[in-house]
């Protein structure tokens, strides 16, 4: 059973950094990209980062500079460092796999909220 568990949100003044922790169960991760996502209250879901399965990683013009994704395949798990957070980076954040037919499974998204 595929399972993803995302971790790490919460509240931070502006300026601040969050690490956010997205634990995968059920498949070969070492082989799969994964992705960041985040949705705002009344916005679409927006790709964050994007990392390969050799570690390559590409983001969103919005927090180039500011995020860093990673991963470890020894624990499953996809990171993302956030510093320099902006009240615009407040949104649910999820992680997703990216490989056929398993990008349909989400876990329960993590808050993330920044305080002006």
């Known amino acids: 059973q595929v399972q993803l568990v995302e971790s790490g949100g919460g509240l931070v003044q502006a300026g601040g950094s969050l690490r956010l922790s997205c634990v995968v169960s059920g498949i070969t991760f070492s082989i799969t990209s994964m992705r960041w996502y985040r949705q705002a209250p009344g916005k679409q879901r927006e790709l964050v980062a994007h990392?390969?399965?050799?570690?390559?990683?590409d983001y969103a013009d919005s927090v180039k500079g500011r995020f860093t994704i990673s991963r470890d395949n020894a624990k499953n798990a996809v990171y993302l460092q956030m510093n320099s957070l902006k009240p615009e980076d407040t949104a649910v954040y999820s992680c997703?796999?990216?490989?056929?037919?398993?990008?349909?499974?989400w876990g329960q998204g993590t808050q993330v909220t920044v305080s002006s």
């Open positions: 997703n796999i990216d490989w056929p037919g398993l990008s349909n499974y």
């Open positions: 990392i390969t399965s050799g570690g390559n990683a």
